[in-house]
């Protein structure tokens, strides 16, 4: 069944003022997570309009539900779309340990000389690159930063492990120095006045 653009609009409104609500989160809040104005976020609990595809989907991440569930009147299930997306997570996160031992077990049929334990040294920044994107796309930021973090210490041990070069131990100054750019970088994020910069940048962007 069609449905009116204006029963699109009525359907979105109701569902996101009831979703934001249940989550006990303000529009202002709501706003600064999607990096626009209060005054849109109102605009579409008024049905006065419609967030762009973009948009929808982003504000389906936030509540955990499906682009979907947004725009129907029908009941839908919150939980189901946060467990498929833990499933998924932890399955692409087993991967490259999975294909880590299955590449051991090869070697050491072929008799290749080279340690067992270096391949499970190159799986962890495998993982941490996997955990990079997924949580980028569907994890707070802290997971993100942590992902990150994981990569950041992940390489130099590889390289340290594998290689015997003068003064290897320089690399890790390099991570730590790396490392403290990333917290930098979190925390300035994190700060409400980087935020409302953002806000006020879509809202010049909207007039």
Not at 1 to 9: F, G, P
Not at 29 to 42: G, I, P, R, T, W
């Amino acid at each position: 069944m069609i449905i009116s653009e204006k029963q699109l609009r009525i359907n979105f409104a109701n569902r996101l003022n009831e979703l934001r609500r249940a989550s006990g989160m303000t529009q202002l809040e709501l706003a600064q997570k999607l990096n626009y104005s209060d005054k849109s976020v109102s605009k579409w609990e008024r049905a006065e309009g419609i967030p762009d595809l973009y948009l929808v989907m982003q504000i389906a991440d936030i509540f955990e539900v499906t682009p979907n569930d947004l725009v129907s009147d029908k009941p839908f299930r919150r939980h189901l779309v946060s467990r498929n997306k833990l499933i998924i997570t932890i399955l692409a996160l087993v991967s490259p340990w999975l294909l880590t031992i299955i590449v051991n077990w090869i070697t050491e049929l072929l008799n290749v000389n080279f340690p067992a334990w270096h391949y499970y040294i190159f799986a962890i920044p495998v993982t941490a690159i996997i955990a990079i994107v997924f949580t980028a796309i569907w994890w707070k930021k802290i997971w993100l930063f942590i992902s990150v973090s994981a990569l950041i210490w992940s390489i130099p041990t590889c390289i340290f492990t594998t290689f015997t070069i003068p003064q290897n131990a320089f690399i890790y100054i390099v991570a730590a120095v790396v490392q403290v750019m990333a917290i930098l970088g979190f925390c300035i994020k994190k700060h409400p006045k980087y935020i409302e910069s953002n806000i006020d940048l879509e809202n010049k962007k909207e007039d």
